[in-house]
């Protein structure tokens, strides 16, 4: 499609950028929809790169909570007081414990 050109009044394609017989720029042709689109695009990559990392470094204080759980069981499985049984049983929660933790967490304490 042709159009006219807003500086020499001539006709060119609306396909060029700048008009051929002068060299005045098209304004018809801005390009403004791919820069919004480009822009909205960065927008929401940073955006989820901030929320990752906000995640990364929050602490969960029930997941300290747990984690301090586990150590002290561990202490009750190696106490040298109790008979092997009860550190058995104390060696089987903490197993569990630790398996909870895992799973709730996605890691190990």
Sequence with gaps: MMIKCTECGKEYSDQAK??????APNTTKSGG???AV???VVMVVVFVIIVIALRAYTIDPQEVIDSEAIKECRKAEND???DI???RL??????LMEKRYNEKYGHAP
Excluded: F, P
Excluded at 18 to 23: I, S
Excluded at 90 to 95: H, I, V
């Design 33 to 35: 929809c791919l820069k």
């Design 90 to 95: 104390a060696r089987d929660a903490c197993d």
């Design 18 to 23: 700048a008009c051929v017989h002068c060299g």
């Design 85 to 87: 049984s009860a550190r």
């Design 38 to 40: 480009i822009g909205l």
């Design 80 to 82: 040298e007081l109790l």
